[in-house]
């Protein structure tokens, strides 16, 4: 299992990115899909899940309403569009195969089994 996440860098507040993560080693096409990301000095937060089809999804209050999660099965890629960031969003961003009380179940455990290395937002003016 690969995952290789892209598209971080710094943005100003108000601004957008667009992050990628790139699945390989894996039927990723009916695998289910999560959005982590670790802020500076916390642990990691679950903030999105998407089903295999990208039929079924859900955020964390804290990204409902600005982040977009969407999936391109023929191209194996995750993606996260955020939108109205925030200082706050600032953090360490991680794709991850798993559901959502997979995922969280892990990071309970302090465990990453199939997670990306991650790519970094910086929000700041």
């Known amino acids: 299992v690969q995952l290789v996440e892209s598209g971080g860098g710094m943005v100003q507040p108000g601004g957008s990115l667009r992050l990628s993560c790139a699945a390989s080693?894996?039927?990723?096409?009916?695998?289910?899909m999560t959005w982590v990301r670790q802020a500076p000095g916390k642990g990691p937060e679950w903030i999105s899940f998407?089903?295999?089809?990208?039929?079924?999804?859900s955020y964390a209050d804290s990204v409902k309403g600005r982040f977009v999660i969407s999936r391109d099965n023929a191209k194996n890629t995750l993606y996260l569009e955020m939108n109205s960031l925030k200082p706050e969003d600032t953090a360490q961003y991680f794709c991850?195969?798993?559901?959502?009380?997979?995922?969280?179940?892990?990071?309970?455990?302090?465990?990453?089994?199939?997670w990306g290395q991650g790519t970094q937002v910086t929000v700041s003016s």
């Open positions: 991850a195969r798993g559901g959502r009380i997979a995922i969280q179940i892990q990071i309970q455990r302090g465990q990453r089994e199939w």
């Open positions: 998407i089903n295999p089809g990208g039929t079924i999804t």
């Open positions: 080693g894996f039927d990723f096409s009916v695998a289910d």
